[in-house]
């Protein structure tokens, strides 16, 4: 569904009112404010906040609409392994039979878990930001000392470093 983005876009929105300023992305990934860059209109939140907040919407959103899905699922599932099990229930209707018979809440059980649960990959996402940024900053460092004069290659990370920067981010998303 794209979350994430979309809860960035709103946050940004709502720091960029508060700010009083519109805040906008460059294709480098930095902030373009429409207004002088003096104290009173720079950003109120960083772009870390921003995706640490981004991706804690986007993952509790995540967790409140699956859940449901997941215990339906579950359901299903162990049903289908008793010695007679009922006719081949769909989800729709597992969905409709347990929030009908037990509870609407029953179709949220687990919540808390999966909610803590989110964390990680929060963490490993902002660390994954962190780290890209970093290395498209000093690409863009040598781009500028005349190190290096592939400009489209400054925009974006090459397969197998995005691979090894999303391998970092996770090893330290999960000590």
């Known amino acids: 569904f794209g979350l994430k983005t979309y809860a960035q876009q709103q946050l940004r929105r709502l720091v960029g009112q508060r700010a009083g300023t519109t805040t906008t992305r460059n294709h480098h990934g930095s902030n373009n404010n429409s207004n002088d860059s003096s104290p009173s209109n720079q950003s109120v939140l960083s772009d870390d906040q921003i995706n640490w907040m981004a991706s804690t919407a ?8 699956t859940n449901p ?13 008793q010695p007679q099990p009922p006719a081949h229930p769909n989800l729709w209707t597992e969905l409709v039979r347990i929030g009908r018979t037990e509870s609407i809440a029953q179709l949220w059980q687990g919540t808390t878990s999966s909610l803590w649960l989110v964390s990680n990959p929060v ?32 925009a974006t990370l090459s397969p197998a470093t995005a691979f ?9 998303s999960t000590v």
């Open 69 to 81: 899905l997941w215990v339906t699922n579950l359901r299903i599932i162990t049903t289908q392994q």
């Open 123 to 154: 963490l490993q996402m902002v660390v994954y930001e962190r780290l890209r940024r970093g290395i498209l900053a000093r690409r863009t460092a040598n781009d500028n000392t005349g190190n290096n004069h592939n400009n489209d290659n400054n």
């Open 164 to 172: 090894v920067v999303g391998a970092l981010g996770k090893a330290l």
């Open 58 to 65: 986007a993952g509790i959103g995540n967790v409140l609409l």
